[in-house]
């Protein structure tokens, strides 16, 4: 990818559970990265008829206004991000237990698409949302997949599966 003139543009972390981590006998999540060439704007589309196990799976996209140092306390990390968003990345899950080839696979990724970012995400990183409220637990959250229109504009929710697919002038 990288020797083919791809731009790396991030980095992903992926198979992080404990049962993951376990089965890959790793103590850590394992590191990929992403590069300009994979990133699909919003309603576009890819083959994936050669793809072995496709599936679309729900992230959060975080840009940075600053690079920092190799290491980092924690508000020297909030500061140095800039933004955070929704994305869903395109991967072709293989069944394999090899690190190395997991690794040389770029952790599966294929794609991805990011959704609308939100300025300032220091505070509801350390787990509390802009007004000071506690960020919900994710069992107790609904993840909605389809990106929202940014705030200012954001008018209705959609109200049915096929509404869904189309809001805001983004279609997921």
């Known amino acids: 990818m990288l020797g083919d003139g791809a731009r790396p543009i991030g980095w992903k972390l992926g198979l992080g559970t404990p049962a993951a981590m376990e089965r890959l006998g790793t103590a850590a999540p394992l590191i990929g990265f992403i590069t300009d060439r994979g990133v699909l704007a919003s309603g576009a589309s890819c083959a994936i008829g050669g793809w072995g196990k496709r599936m679309a799976e729900p992230e959060v996209a975080i840009t940075h206004r600053s690079r920092g140092a190799g290491s980092a306390n924690e508000s020297q990390a909030a500061a140095a991000m800039g933004a955070i968003g929704p994305a869903i990345e395109l991967v072709d899950l293989a069944d394999s237990s090899d690190?190395?080839?997991?690794?040389?696979?770029?952790?599966?990724?294929?794609?991805?698409?990011?959704g609308p970012t939100e300025a300032g995400p220091g505070e509801a990183l350390r787990g509390r949302s802009g007004s000071g409220t506690p960020i919900r637990s994710p069992s107790t959250t609904?993840?909605?997949?389809?990106?929202?229109?940014?705030?200012?504009?954001?008018?209705?929710?959609?109200?049915?599966?096929?509404?869904a697919r189309r809001c805001g002038g983004r279609t997921w």
Do not use: M, N, Y
């Not at 696979?105 to 991805?112: M, P």
């Not at 609904?142 to 509404?163: E, G, I």
């Open 99 to 114: 690190v190395e080839e997991i690794l040389a696979g770029d952790i599966f990724h294929r794609h991805l698409v990011l």
């Open 142 to 163: 609904r993840t909605r997949l389809q990106a929202a229109p940014p705030r200012s504009s954001r008018t209705s929710r959609p109200t049915s599966r096929r509404s």
